[in-house]
C-alpha cells in the first residue's frame, strides 16, 4: 500500500478461500487483528488449517458467506476451480454442486470493530455486500475483485464515493480494484 506507516489493527478478507491472503497479510501487519471470512467448506477446511499453521499471526477465520442479510443461502460450489464458488448462477459455471451455507451481514458479523484495511474477493457478491452494510465505510484501504453484470460499475463507483477508486479491467466482467479513502 502507498501509505508509509500504514500499520491496520483490523483487516477483514471476504472470500479469503484458504487463507493466503490473510497468511500475507499477517506477515506485512504482524499486529493486526485479521478476520478471516470464507462460504466454501473445502476452502474453509484448508483456511482454518493455514491459520492454526501460523500460531503467531491473528487470524480469525469463520465459516459464513457474508451477504446483505442472515440466513441459509445457496453457494454454487464449482467443481472444476476452487475460487469460482458464487452465491450467483453464472453462466460459465459447468460443474456445479449446491452447498446451503450460514450468511450474515458484515455489520453483524464484525459486531462493531472497525475495518482499517477490506480485501474482497467473492464472485460476485460485492455490491450486494458493500449496499448491506455499514462496517466497511471505516475501512482506509479496499481491495479486490469486480464481477460485472452482477455489480455495475457505476454503481460500484457511487457506493464507494468518498473513496479515490483506481480499477484494472481483466477481461470483461473482471476488474480488479483498490480504493483509499479520500
Not at 490473510?22 to 504482524?30: A, D, E, G, Q, R
Not at 464515493?161 to 480499477?167: E, F, M
Amino acid at each position: 500500500f502507498e501509505d508509509a506507516g500504514f500499520q491496520p489493527k483490523v483487516i477483514v478478507d471476504i472470500g479469503d478461500n484458504i487463507g493466503m491472503a490473510s497468511v500475507y497479510f499477517s506477515m506485512l501487519y504482524p499486529n493486526a487483528k485479521i478476520i478471516s471470512l470464507e462460504a466454501a467448506n473445502s476452502n474453509f477446511k484448508l483456511l482454518e488449517a493455514n491459520a492454526k499453521a501460523n500460531p503467531n499471526a491473528h487470524i480469525f477465520p469463520h465459516h459464513v458467506a457474508v451477504s446483505d442479510k442472515k440466513g441459509v443461502l445457496k453457494l454454487r460450489v464449482d467443481n472444476t476451480h476452487a475460487g469460482s464458488h458464487s452465491l450467483f448462477d453464472r453462466p460459465e459455471q459447468k460443474d456445479v454442486s449446491i452447498e446451503e451455507v450460514k450468511s450474515d451481514t458484515l455489520d453483524s458479523l464484525l459486531d462493531g470493530l472497525k475495518p482499517d484495511l477490506i480485501k474482497i474477493d467473492v464472485e460476485c457478491a460485492e455490491g450486494m455486500i458493500f449496499s448491506g452494510s455499514n462496517a466497511w465505510k471505516s475501512a482506509k484501504w479496499i481491495v479486490g475483485e469486480l464481477h460485472e453484470p452482477y455489480t455495475k460499475l457505476s454503481d460500484f463507483k457511487i457506493l464507494l464515493k468518498d473513496y479515490d477508486l483506481k480499477i484494472k479491467p481483466m477481461n470483461d466482467t473482471i476488474s480488479l480494484f483498490w480504493a483509499k479513502k479520500k
